[in-house]
């Protein structure tokens, strides 16, 4: 399984970024995915997930501003961030194969978010 995280960059606070993730070697379309987020010196924590039906949760942090999707034909799940807060920078990772309650056992290596204030 290879999950194949893009899109981080340096961003200015209220700013925007859009991540991706490419999925291969999993079923896809019968695995919830995710992206989780791991700040210096903090645990890693949910971000946002989404089922292949169309299911999301997100983390009260985020909701409002970001938006999870996917595209089943592409293997493909996206993370669309605005208005972006200094506290969101952390390294990004994807995630597949988990439940509402936990992550799954597949990650991507991580994309790195930075927002400047």
């Known amino acids: 399984v290879q999950l194949q995280a893009s899109g981080g960059g340096l961003v200015q606070a209220g700013g925007s970024l859009k991540l991706s993730c490419a999925a291969s070697?999993?079923?896809?379309?019968?695995?919830?995915m995710g992206w989780y987020r791991q700040a210096p010196g903090k645990q890693r924590e949910l971000v946002a997930t989404?089922?292949?039906?169309?299911?999301?949760n997100y983390a009260d942090s985020v909701t409002g501003r970001f938006t999870i999707s996917r595209d089943n034909a592409k293997n493909t799940v996206y993370l669309e961030m605005h208005s972006l807060k200094p506290e969101d920078t952390a390294v990004y990772y994807c995630n597949g194969g988990g439940l509402v309650s936990r992550a799954g056992n597949y990650w991507g290596q991580g994309t790195q978010v930075t927002v400047s204030s």
């Open positions: 989404m089922t292949s039906g169309g299911s999301t």
């Open positions: 070697g999993i079923e896809f379309n019968l695995n919830r």
